[in-house]
């Protein structure tokens, strides 16, 4: 990679506001999509993000960064995969911050593709907290429930795409996944939703195509 | 109920940890067994409360205390059984604190056996917060995956309990049980560990018992 080619941020002490519009205009200007996936404990982020990585990929390159509380577990299991991961551990914070991404901002490749944000297992905090992505995606499980939306409407406001994950697991879970869309569009009449399932791969080419769409958008949107 | 028999708090203003004391030191004093229930949304805690209802009452009274950032489901649902239930919608806040369970002091009946306080669905921020509880059970739901003890720690940490939920979802889910136990008894050796499913009813009856004989042990140490 070349040198110049590196992102550097100006200002990694500002508001968590100012750093993630850095970011954003940093990375959206180089043409990276960056996704800042939310959603409880054991969702599914880092199941989804190793399908996608089979359907992305070779056509397009992606790095992920793994945000947990503690250890590298996620980070090793998107190694595995080949491709680049950083593991930031926060240490007991329940979120993660802007100035934690730009921190990595040296490190990432300048012609990246996709650049996932796996942040840390938690429905709430993470929604107040800006990264500097360009799409913002929460995940929900069957099993965690129907009725979340309305519980944790935060998160479900402030994205740009809802995942219902683990749908194979529908029936026997008594998950009204009609009930959980409407309410969640309720909340929120932009979102695009998506039902998948890593385990039977149901959903995930519509979701990757809605990425790689979102991608040329955002490239389009740079030389308009 | 006897009006000199209503729990009032002296000082709703000190510190978390002062409020939470004095919420242990009274109602333990009455005999009444406090847990607070903490697990990620939609791991069960409402569903293991209206299972635990069936088995303990008529013989126990029990009342509950239903924490979350909106809405009315949860306490609705616990109603529903004829159960005493109060919702407390923190409104954004991502965890129960004592002075909102203090709050509540004047209304809570002295005579009860039971008091369960569900948190917010979070498995990292409540684990930070006294509650004033004489146990604290975290719950990590079989779909939620068996490698969650290490990648959140302080919750397994600062339990005396850990429940294993949805165990009837085993296989096909792949959670290893014993690896899930073995690696929360290695943050805390003292954990009490229960395997459930409110749906074939599966260890409700040992959980029941421990509760049980968890109120008798208040009630015999409040004597010696």
């Known amino acids: 990679m070349n040198k110049k080619e590196v992102l550097v941020l100006r200002d990694l002490l500002g508001s968590n506001k100012a750093i993630a519009k850095e970011i954003r205009e940093q990375l959206s200007s180089r043409g990276i999509l960056v996704l800042n996936l939310i959603s409880s404990p054991g969702a599914g982020k880092t199941t989804l993000l190793e399908s996608l990585s089979d359907r992305l990929r070779p056509e397009y390159s992606m790095a992920v960064i793994e ?40 490190e990432i490749p300048a012609d990246l593709d996709f650049l996932f944000i ?45 995942l ?25 009449p932009r979102l695009q939703t998506f039902a998948v399932s890593a385990v039977t791969g149901a959903g995930i080419n519509e979701f990757a195509e809605f990425l790689v769409a979102s991608l040329q958008n955002l490239r389009q949107a740079r030389h308009a």
């Open 164 to 188: 219902i994950t683990k749908i194979d697991l529908v029936p026997p879970l008594p998950f009204d996944g009609e009930a959980a869309r409407r309410e969640a569009l309720g909340i929120n």
């Open 67 to 106: 945000g947990d509380i503690e250890t590298e577990r996620d980070a090793e299991r998107i190694r595995a995969k080949g491709i680049q991961a950083w593991q930031i551990t926060t240490g007991g914070a329940c979120h993660l911050e802007a100035k934690m991404i730009g921190k990595l901002a040296p």
């Open 118 to 162: 796996e942040n840390v297992g938690n429905l709430v905090c993470p929604a107040s907290f800006d990264l500097g992505e360009s799409l913002r995606c929460v995940l929900l499980s069957t099993p965690e429930g129907d009725d979340k939306p309305q519980k944790y409407p935060q998160v479900f406001a402030s994205s740009q795409c809802l």
